[in-house]
């Protein structure tokens, strides 16, 4: 038998785990399906009511009345329970790994009270539409949610509406578009300066909303040069969307410089603040000079991220701009808690009724429990944490980090495995499918590569130094495999619920099925076009 | 005077001192202020923000937090009739139970073997709502109904190439207005006026409306005033007729008893999964969904993800990932197809697990039950002194118009009313449709009993007559 002592955690000392996800085999829920099975059934209909409203489908008009009953699977309840419990398990969620690897993501611990709360009847069973005397809570922790984000950013009014971070991005550019109108200014100005490394939603979010697009790109300490800048402003630009620290995890010293050029433009600068967890209490948006800026309370401020989403993307704006942001907004009268509608500048609405009131509970509830004082440490040590990484990781054989060489980074890293590639023909994200056999998750990192071979790790607060040991350790080893085995990486992963994706199909009309009813046209032609071959 | 004790965070590990201090000696720097050096002094704070003083122990915490809520006063205390966008349905505790387990309420973007559940949970949701709709292509929820809505008329726009669009004007106000923000760089929205006597689409505007510059059609069934469009297939045919694409907006859980739009001549279908299994959460349960047959010209047109079923290296093991990721803006920036990023994922899980638990079934029972009980509604109410009901001669769904002109009280004033008998009124019309006069959009789902319903008669009669 195998001794695994030397695998077990042992004086703070973690070992690589023997971990193997759960592998179900599980099948699609229409597999399992056996007619007449019911999940539940629904409240019945009284007598009288049936009795006084007769023959009622006759009234639905022909060609609206449904034919054929949809084909959903028919399974009992414990059936459906087991199945999505199985499909859990084969998912590898932040409450189960050192979830380090998603960097710009901020994967950090979703505190369970602030789960427990948000599931209360008085969150929960709330309709938006009530009348205000009836929603005096949820309205007193939106207003005093915004009162925060407004101290922690030095901006004059927020509003809690857009879905996520791109739909604050969005926003935030409809503002932009918006402000310039009322100069007259909405057709000259035209163009979005953006850079690299900022979240490609800067990019796209900026281009749905109308705009040309320009992206800078970094000199050699990561940011754009100055001169790049000054080449790029004209009459035209309408702004400035930018990410700082960037994904990189490098900040821009020079930000207000950047702010002060674009301002002299005649373009507004808007801030991603997606990157704000090592920054918090720190430095603020308004006081580099920003007049826009937007957070994401699913990765900062800790509400769980569930798959990717419900989220919120709270935007901030200086008081000239307030004027713009969605309805309604929550005022305070010193007594009541009031929803605004009368705002005819308003850019309108961005998401249904005032955004993801629970998420914001549990970001409320979440600075709550630290203060200002615990958000700054929630910012030093999310930053120890990652310069921490960054010494050790940088120990790996293969690895290296461009851009600002030997200086600090905020909280997060982006890596590059070129070396390890010229050395051992193995492939970041093929590093990245090997970790996960160790029961940790590694991404690599958003399109275009501008560093090759990218791998981002952010540790936040949420990770203690045995975990980020851990975490090193299973990366070290990987390097090492790769150097040693390098078919043993490239195969991976080993332990995973599933073995290597063939992803051709994935990108062929011909092929591809988005739903199991086209999965099961296709698989029928693919067969039947088989047999007439053979 | 003595030095504060640190306090030591739950939530923040490396917060003890001692590790603090090995961990900075192991880096090689004397303080985290050296972490900081690339941010300017004078853009750092000299003084912390002034916050409110926390509650450090988790029991406070909960005291405080559970203590603003209890001024909410929730619709299981208060008989509830509004909708409008966010409807009451029972929500079955196996949908709390799934979207509650930490596997998925944490998990993010990981790859489809780290997260092969996450994929396959979300590739389900996006196969039982296509037999829903009967369309083979569905996508990972959007934020909302709002949002699909906006999207599914950009898809549209750049599928025909074309830059106007006709909206039905019994869509919702905030519908609208999310539609004219996100297509105001592309397209001109038009509005389509309806019969005042039946509320249904007027085929003479749309007749006179639409050209052969007009990319899409959209409109609503059940529409926002709760009537049901009967001329989906005339608007279709006569959308096709000018080479305009149909988008019709959908209440899913009207779908077991009525028709699929895809029936009726829709391109694309769209709408909101709130209904299917997600709490109110005062308007956090939305996630939005858009629905085309399987053409290689729609697809390619959606910006959210899609996730496909495709096979692995081990014979007969079902592997997922992205469908056609380049044409989202993950791949390409500004490239892309508008923008992708964190939507409403875990509210798709939690309507693929519902859908799952009602089977064809329990979806007609529900259709037919919600029918029912609104119709009985509308029976009691069109019986009251000086209430109109249905304001609309056509057949509702779950929510139909009721006009109070006849009372010589204001919707407002009978709200209030209603609140002191621990009843939520239907939603004021005044400002989004005022031709309407006094009138209020209530609501009635399968939460209704009798007793409930016959509650609100009686609270109105009381209140009007």
């Known amino acids: 038998m195998e001794d695994i002592t030397k695998k077990r955690y042992i004086n703070g000392k973690p070992r690589l785990r023997r971990f193997h996800q759960a592998k179900w085999d599980e099948p699609i829920i229409f597999e399992l399906s056996t007619e007449g099975e019911r999940g539940i059934l629904v409240p019945e209909v009284e007598d009288e009511v049936k009795n006084e409203v007769g023959d009622f489908l006759a009234t639905i008009p022909k060609g609206v009345q449904r034919k054929q009953p949809p084909k959903l699977p028919e399974l009992s309840q414990p059936q459906v329970l087991r199945h999505y419990v199985r499909l859990s398990q084969e998912t590898l969620g932040t409450d189960l790994n050192i979830d380090v690897g998603q960097g710009t993501c901020t994967m950090k611990y979703s505190p369970k009270v602030n789960e427990y709360l948000a599931r209360m009847p008085q969150m929960a069973e709330i309709h938006p539409l009530q009348d205000e005397e009836t929603v005096q809570g949820i309205l007193e922790v939106m207003y005093k949610f915004e009162k925060i984000l407004k101290e922690i950013s030095g901006m004059d009014q927020f509003s809690l509406q857009p879905g996520a971070g791109s739909a604050a991005i969005y926003a935030n550019a409809s503002i932009i578009r918006a402000y310039h109108e009322t100069q007259g200014e909405a057709n000259r100005r035209d163009e979005i300066i953006t850079t690299i490394f900022s979240h490609p939603s800067n990019a796209a979010c900026a281009k749905t909303a109308g705009f040309k697009i320009i992206t800078l790109d970094p000199s050699e300490e990561g940011y754009p040069d100055i001169e790049a800048l000054k080449a790029a402003v004209s009459e035209r630009t309408a702004g400035l969307m930018i990410t700082n620290p960037e994904d990189t995890g490098i900040f821009n010293p020079e930000i207000e410089e950047f702010l002060r050029i674009v301002h002299e433009a005649g373009g507004l600068c808007s801030y991603d603040q997606a990157n704000a967890n090592g920054i918090l209490c720190i430095t603020r948006a308004r006081d580099a000079g920003f007049d826009l800026c937007h957070f994401n309370l699913h990765k900062t401020f800790s509400a769980p991220h569930g798959c990717g989403g419900p989220a919120v993307g709270a935007i901030g704006v200086t008081k000239e701009l307030a004027k713009f942001l969605p309805v309604p907004v929550v005022e305070f009268d010193g007594d009541k808690y009031h929803l605004n509608y009368d705002r005819p500048q308003s850019i309108g609405k961005v998401r249904a009724f005032y955004g993801v009131a629970p998420v914001v509970l549990k970001a409320y509830a979440w600075v709550m429990s630290l203060g200002a004082e615990g958000l700054k440490e929630v910012a030093e040590i999310a930053v120890l944490n990652n310069n921490y990484l960054l010494k050790k990781i940088l120990e790996i054989p293969g690895v290296s980090v461009p851009y600002a060489k030997g200086k600090h980074r905020i909280e997060q890293v982006r890596y590059s495995w070129e070396k390890l590639m010229r050395d051992t023909v193995v492939h970041s994200e093929e590093i990245g499918l090997r970790a996960a056999d160790f029961g ?28 980020l040991d851990e975490y090193i350790e299973i990366i070290r080893h990987v390097s090492n495999e790769a150097y040693k085995n390098p078919k043993l990486v490239k195969t991976a992963p080993h332990n995973s619920t599933i073995h290597k994706i063939h992803h051709a199909p994935l990108d062929n009309p011909l092929q591809w099925a988005i739903t199991w009813r086209a999965y099961c046209k296709k698989r029928r032609k693919t067969r039947a076009n088989n047999n007439v071959n053979l | 005077m003595r030095k504060k004790k640190p306090i030591v965070y739950p939530y923040i590990p490396n917060s003890v001192l001692t590790v603090k201090d090995k961990m900075l000696r192991e880096i090689g720097v004397k303080s985290v202020e050296d972490f900081f050096e690339s941010v300017p002094m004078k853009l750092k704070l000299k003084k912390n923000v002034k916050l409110p003083k926390p509650f450090l122990s988790e029991y406070s915490l909960k005291r405080h937090i559970e203590w603003i809520l209890s001024k909410n006063k929730t619709c299981q205390e208060y008989l509830n009739f509004l909708g409008a966008g966010c409807w009451q349905h029972y929500v079955p505790a196996v949908c709390d139970e799934v979207n509650q387990r930490g596997e998925f309420l944490t998990a993010y973007a990981g790859e489809p073997y780290d997260d092969h559940g996450r994929f396959q ?75 005042s006597k039946t509320g249904q689409l007027d085929l003479n505007y749309l007749d006179l409306g639409i050209s052969s510059k007009t990319a899409a059609i959209y409109f609503e069934n059940p529409s926002y005033l709760g009537f049901i469009e009967a001329h989906g297939n005339e608007i279709s045919k006569i959308a096709h007729d000018h080479g305009t694409i149909s988008i019709v907006g959908v209440d899913p859980i009207s779908l077991g008893i009525l028709a699929p739009p895809i029936e009726y001549g829709a391109d694309i279908v769209c709408g909101d999964i709130q209904p299917l299994g997600m709490h109110m959460q005062f308007g956090g349960g939305h996630a939005g969904f858009i629905a085309t047959r399987d053409e290689e010209k729609y697809v390619m047109e959606y910006p959210s993800r899609l996730f496909g079923i495709t096979s692995t290296s081990v014979e007969g093991e079902y592997g997922f990932g992205d469908v056609a990721f380049k044409r989202t803006s993950f791949a390409l920036r500004e490239g892309g197809k508008e923008f992708v990023g964190t939507a409403s994922a875990l509210w798709g899980i939690t309507a693929g697990v ?16 919600i029918m029912q009980r609104s119709h009985y509604a509308i029976l009691q109410l069109s019986k009251i002194r000086g209430i109109k ?7 509702h769904f779950k929510e139909f118009v009721v006009n109070f002109d006849g009372t010589n009280k204001t919707v407002a004033e009978i709200n209030k009313a209603l609140l002191k008998r621990k009843i939520f009124g239907g939603k004021d019309l005044k400002n989004e449709f005022p031709e309407l006069g006094n009138s209020a959009l209530y ?4 939460v209704h009993t009798k007793n409930d319903i016959d509650r609100l008669v009686d609270a109105l009669r009381e209140v009007v007559e």
């Open chain 1, 440 to 467: 940790v998750h590694y991404w690599t990192s958003h399109h275009p590569w501008i560093v090759p071979e990218p791998c981002t790790l952010e540790p936040t607060e949420s990770y203690s130094k045995s975990e």
């Open chain 2, 121 to 195: 949970a979300l590739f389900e949701y996006a196969s039982m709502m296509g037999e829903l709709l009967n369309m083979d292509v569905v996508n990972v929820p959007t934020y909302d109904g709002l949002q699909a809505a906006a999207t599914s008329i950009r898809m549209a726009s750049r599928i025909t190439g074309r830059s106007e669009v006709l909206v039905s004007r019994t869509i919702s106000s905030d519908k609208l207005s999310k539609i004219r923000d996100y297509c105001k760089p592309k397209i001109t929205i038009k509005l389509l006026d309806y019969d």
């Open chain 2, 354 to 369: 519902y859908l799952a638990l009602m089977g064809p079934q329990g979806m007609r029972d529900i259709g037919k039950g």
């Open chain 2, 389 to 395: 009901c249905p304001v609309f001669q056509s057949t």
């Open chain 2, 443 to 446: 609501c009635i789902t399968e």
